[in-house]
């Protein structure tokens, strides 16, 4: 345990970020979730309104340089991407019925 009031303060600071960044890249995981998820159903419209909050919580969590901006931009590359391979397989489909 710290001694120094500085140290003492340092540590409940630490305290608050921490459980604040857990806080954001808990909520990011979730919505990531979500997205996968919905692809997973074949749900294209729901899948997409999802991708745009999780880019966007994305993004906000790399603003605040919680996770490294390059992480943020390869989960919305890599989600898009699946969002592409759902879309090619959904038009065909839908073109011929």
Known sequence: MPH???????????LKRRARNRAVKSAL???????REA??????????AEFRLAAKKADQAA???????????RIKSRLAAK???LKGKSAPTAAAS
């Open 4 to 14: 120094t009031k500085s140290a003492k303060k340092r540590l409940r600071q630490n």
């Open 29 to 35: 995981k979730t919505q990531i979730r979500k997205v």
């Open 39 to 48: 692809i997973q159903a074949g749900d294209l419209a729901k899948a997409e």
């Open 63 to 73: 603003a605040k340089r919680i996770i490294h901006p390059n992480k943020a931009a």
């Open 83 to 85: 969002i592409r391979t």
